[in-house]
């Protein structure tokens, strides 16, 4: 069965940190490029950053510098990170993890609020 499920969001202040975890279920996810994605409300989901099956990373202008992505492929199922640093109030959204292409059902997401 193919799942993911972010978790790791909460509230904090403007210029702290957070770390969103991304479980995921499914074979697939290991051969795939794997990002993070953010819904703020009213706006559209956005890309965030992504990494490789090799750990390529890019980012969304936005958050470079601040934020880092990882992944860890372990045997039989992905688990992807994202770090995030010196956080501002444009970054409270509800973010999402998903292949790069959003080949699987999206997940519930993890709710990041920075207050100023």
């Known amino acids: 069965q193919v799942q993911l499920v972010e978790s790791g969001g909460g509230l904090v202040q403007a210029g702290g940190s957070l770390r969103l975890s991304c479980a995921t279920s499914?074979?697939?996810?290991?051969?795939?490029?794997m990002a993070w994605y953010r819904q703020a409300p009213g706006k559209q989901r956005e890309l965030v950053a992504r990494?490789?099956?090799?750990?390529?990373?890019?980012?969304a202008d936005s958050v470079k510098g601040r934020f880092t992505i990882s992944r860890d492929n372990a045997k039989n199922t992905v688990t992807v990170y994202l770090q995030m640093n010196s956080l501002k109030p444009e970054d409270t959204a509800v973010y999402y993890c998903?292949?790069?292409?959003?080949?699987?059902?999206w997940g519930q997401g993890t709710q990041v609020t920075v207050s100023s």
């Open positions: 499914g074979n697939i996810f290991r051969i795939n490029t």
């Open positions: 998903n292949t790069d292409t959003q080949f699987a059902n």
């Open positions: 990494i490789t099956t090799g750990g390529s990373t890019n980012y």
